[in-house]
């Protein structure tokens, strides 16, 4: 196994996809005539072209007809004209080769995601937005997994413009990406993970899921989806199921989903699932779930294993913000719910099984419905506690009955004081500081999710 030694770049108007592999040397190495014969060795001598600048680590790109087309390059011979990689080839003959240089797109590099790396997992810059008509996606046998970030921080989108998955199979960590789809009838969701042997993993940081009918979805295979989701954003989705639809998550074996800081809005429903199959662990700890631009629930369930909601805000659903039911198990705990219909609500003598401590209710129709029990240290707020929600701005103001009785709020654990709005203020640390940040947990430069 050798190191890759970077990551493999992709930028859409300097790169490109027929001679280029996206790891080496700035400017690209390139023949024509390469042979490969069934090992790991390729004999690029035909072309006579200087391997100096070629160093291990880089990563080869042949123009395969099918079969592999990337792999880690471990060693370079300079005198017969031969590179050895990590792994081993298809026999061909004069095939087209390259390393270095940047790819141009993720349209034409669908077998670099589909090729397994002794090395692991290939990561993958994008240093320009990439549209794209066909989903990517593997075998059973070598499901599609990568790291996909944008190269400088800078969040880049990534378009589907068909009605496909963009994402099919296997597990990713993706960061500072927008995923979209911009087709009128778009497929279920933006993401498909099915696996028959093993769990299948997202991780996903600073991303922004921006439309079509679902975020993700497990849908195949007999093994769960495990995701986590960090400062995140979800919005523009328009299954009723929910623009998170937990009951996909496992089919024979549970899933799992845990979103920290996160901002879900303009959703048809943000969670949801149904009441039978296998469900999903659900956590969200510090999300603002904002439904002025959504239907009637946040977050709608059936059924799940169980569920908890800590620390998240709930603003301005029609119907209501949490609706629970069949037994499902349930925690809520420092949560604020405002201008809603029914805050909590539940169905069925069978709701009963979990608790909430420590709500805050402003200008709800109902804080529960008679089905939800289990209530403990309520706090009804008598003003608005957000500087200006209508308008996106969740960070609380100072008023006395409203964001003045969020700041000054504490919770004592083993003699740490802690203040569990303090992420809705300007991070200046508990109930002092003024002003705000804006409604985006990401625009608070204390979070380390910031930085």
């Known amino acids: 196994m050798t190191t890759p030694n970077g990551p493999i770049l992709f930028n859409s108007s300097t790169g490109s996809d027929s001679a280029a592999s996206g790891l080496g040397p700035a400017t690209a190495v390139i023949g024509s005539s390469a042979e490969l014969d069934g090992s790991s060795t390729v004999d690029v001598s035909y072309d006579g072209m200087s391997l100096s600048s070629i160093s291990a680590g880089d990563l080869l790109y042949c123009s395969t007809s099918s079969g592999r087309q990337f792999s880690i390059i471990a060693s370079v011979d300079t005198i017969n004209e031969t ?55 593997g075998t059973s046998a070598s499901p599609m997994s990568a790291t996909i970030r944008s190269s400088d921080g800078t969040q880049r989108t990534i378009t589907q413009t068909a009605s496909d998955y963009i994402f099919r199979g296997g597990s990713y960590t993706l960061q500072d990406i927008k995923l979209i789809c911009t087709n009128a009838t778009p497929a279920v969701s933006l993401l498909r993970f099915e696996n028959a042997t093993s769990y299948s993993y997202i991780i996903a940081t600073k991303c922004h899921f921006a439309g079509g009918a679902q975020t993700l979805n497990s849908g195949g295979g007999s093994y769960g989806l495990r995701v986590r989701m960090q400062a995140c954003e979800v919005s523009g989705f328009t299954s009723s199921n929910g623009a998170i639809y937990g009951q ?22 943000d969670v949801g699932n149904t009441s039978s199959g296998n469900t999903t662990n659900l956590t969200f700890v510090n999300c603002i779930f904002d439904g002025t631009n959504s239907g009637g629930w946040a977050i709608a369930l059936g059924r799940a294993n169980y569920t908890q909601t800590i620390g998240c805000v709930f603003y301005n659903y029609s119907s209501g913000a949490w609706y629970f039911s069949f037994g499902t198990p349930y925690y809520i705990r ?91 203020t300007d991070g200046s640390g508990g109930g002092g500081g003024g002003g705000g940040n804006t409604y985006h947990p990401l625009a608070e430069p204390n979070h380390p999710l910031a930085q």
């Open 83 to 137: 590179i050895t990689t990590d792994d081993v080839w298809p026999t061909e003959s004069g095939v087209s080769w390259s390393v270095g240089g940047k790819r141009a797109t993720l349209e034409n590099s669908k077998q670099l995601l589909r090729d397994s790396f002794t090395g692991g997992k290939p990561e993958l810059h994008l240093e320009t937005d990439q549209t794209t008509s066909t989903s990517f996606y």
């Open 248 to 269: 996909q998550f496992g089919t024979t074996t549970r899933g799992e989903l845990h979103a920290d800081f996160c901002y879900f809005h303009s959703n048809q429903r």
């Open 334 to 424: 420092n949560c604020l719910f405002v201008n809603c219909g029914t805050a909590i609500g539940a169905y069925g003598s069978l709701s009963n099984r979990g608790s909430s401590d420590f709500s805050y209710f402003y200008n709800n129709t109902n804080n529960y419905s008679v089905y939800a029990t289990n209530q403990d240290n309520d706090v009804e707020l008598t003003a608005d506690p957000f500087t200006d929600a209508a308008n996106g701005d969740f960070s609380l103001n100072s008023d006395a009955g409203g964001g003045s009785v969020l700041r000054a709020e504490t919770r004592v654990m083993g003699g740490t004081t802690a203040y569990p709005f303090n992420w809705l």
